[in-house]
């Protein structure tokens, strides 16, 4: 089967956005079914993709829920941002205090600790890779 990959990509999107409308309204009507391997795939792709967006195998988040992800998040983020000299806005901030826009990755040094535990690991993979694809003959990062 020869697909197009962005109109597969389209497809899959419109399934998870009609199933997702008739989610909210509550109908008991299902989509029509496409028993084609290619209608078939994106009924399955939808459906993991809905189920991915939606968080359908838990109930809706409440708003102390969504505060917990988002500050986990935002940690997440301020731990990437010091392993890799960057400021929290990642330099897309004009008006940022910190850095006023030029805060990218490298902006300054690294924090030493986070840069080990969380680019380390990453750079040991890729070495290791390379070192492997390439019969042994690679310098480490």
């Known amino acids: 089967m020869s697909v197009d990959a962005s109109a597969l990509v389209s497809k899959v999107i419109e399934r998870a956005l009609e199933k997702f409308a008739l989610s909210q309204t509550g ?5 029509p079914k496409d028993v084609s391997p290619e209608g078939m795939m994106v009924d399955a792709l939808a ?10 195998n838990s109930s809706q988040p409440d708003a102390e829920q969504l505060g917990a992800v988002i500050a986990d998040l935002q940690q997440k983020n301020r731990r990437l941002a010091r392993a890799l000299g960057a ?3 990642w330099g ?6 910190q850095c006023a826009g030029r805060g990218g990755a490298g902006w300054q040094l690294p924090e030493r600790e986070a840069f080990e535990t969380v680019v380390r ?3 040991n ?12 003959n690679v310098r480490r990062l």
Do not use: K, M, N, W
Not at 27 to 31: F, I, M, N, R
Not at 92 to 97: Q, V, Y
Not at 125 to 136: H, K, M, N, T
């Open 27 to 31: 109908a008991a009507a299902e989509l």
């Open 47 to 56: 459906g993991q993709l809905l189920g991915f967006v939606t968080g359908a």
């Open 87 to 89: 400021c929290d806005c």
């Open 92 to 97: 897309e901030i004009a008006a940022c205090p």
């Open 121 to 123: 690991p990453a750079l």
């Open 125 to 136: 993979r890729v070495s290791a890779y390379r070192l492997a694809a390439q019969g042994g």
